[in-house]
């Protein structure tokens, strides 16, 4: 079945280490993004990424990092400058970078700082 | 840039009873908009969009939403609740001339009760 899968479900991290959470699609989707879900917050982009080697800041960049080396995955950095980490993490794809696309989501990463 | 205002953060309602969840929207032109569907602990699944056309949208489960200009409002609608509908609401709105940089609203959190 084609889809969005991330990766670990659930992440633990200590103050001050960076980690990395997967994301891989099967859809042949050009465009891929990640959001951040805080409650009562909605989903705010992060980054996204049109095509192969190339991506974007979105809303609320600041202590994130992604690669875009191949066109199936999109990993995530969360680094040790992003002060609030604690939240759950969306990837999604669409076919390509237009407002008419239908974005699919993944299962989602909730990542927490102990 | 375009906005998205969801008013209602909880609505309740019984089982069988009709239901209604508000979406106003902000954008200068002709809107893509979205409704999407999230459970707990889970990614988001698009219930349907209205890109142009009929205003009158049907989507998957029995919803519907209609696109009203003059009140810029999507509201999304169901006729009758089953207690599986309990979840997250999101209204999004995707702008024209590319750049698929989705815009949620803060979600509406429906709990239906037997």
């Known amino acids: 079945d084609g889809g969005i899968t991330q990766s670990p479900k659930y992440l633990f991290r200590k103050e001050g280490q960076n980690v990395t959470l997967s994301c891989e699609q099967n859809l042949n989707h050009d465009a891929m993004y990640w959001y951040r879900q805080d409650p009562g917050q909605g989903l705010r982009l992060i980054y996204y990424s049109q095509i192969v080697n190339d991506f974007q800041k979105g809303d609320i960049a600041e202590g994130y990092s992604v690669s875009r080396e191949k066109k199936e995955s999109f990993p995530l950095t969360v680094t040790s400058a992003q002060k609030n980490p604690t939240a759950f993490y969306l990837c999604?794809?669409?076919?390509?970078?237009?407002?008419?696309?239908?974005?699919?989501f993944g299962q989602g990463t909730r990542l927490t700082v102990v | 840039a375009q906005s998205v205002t969801q008013p209602d953060i909880h609505i309740t309602v019984s089982e069988g009873a009709s239901l209604e969840l508000r979406c106003n929207y902000s954008y200068g032109a002709t809107p893509y908009l979205f409704w999407y569907v999230q459970s707990p602990g889970q990614g988001l699944q698009l219930l349907l969009k209205?890109?142009?056309?009929?205003?009158l949208v049907q989507g998957i489960k029995g919803f519907e939403a209609e696109f009203k200009r003059s009140q810029s409002s999507f509201n999304l609608r169901k006729p009758s609740v089953h207690w599986s509908d309990a979840a997250e609401y999101f209204c999004?709105?995707?702008?024209?001339?590319?750049?698929?940089?989705?815009?949620f609203g803060t979600g509406t959190q429906l709990k239906v009760e037997l």
């Open positions: 999004a709105v995707g702008a024209a001339g590319g750049g698929n940089k989705l815009t």
């Open positions: 209205y890109f142009s056309g009929d205003t």
């Open positions: 999604a794809s669409s076919i390509g970078l237009g407002g008419n696309t239908e974005a699919f």
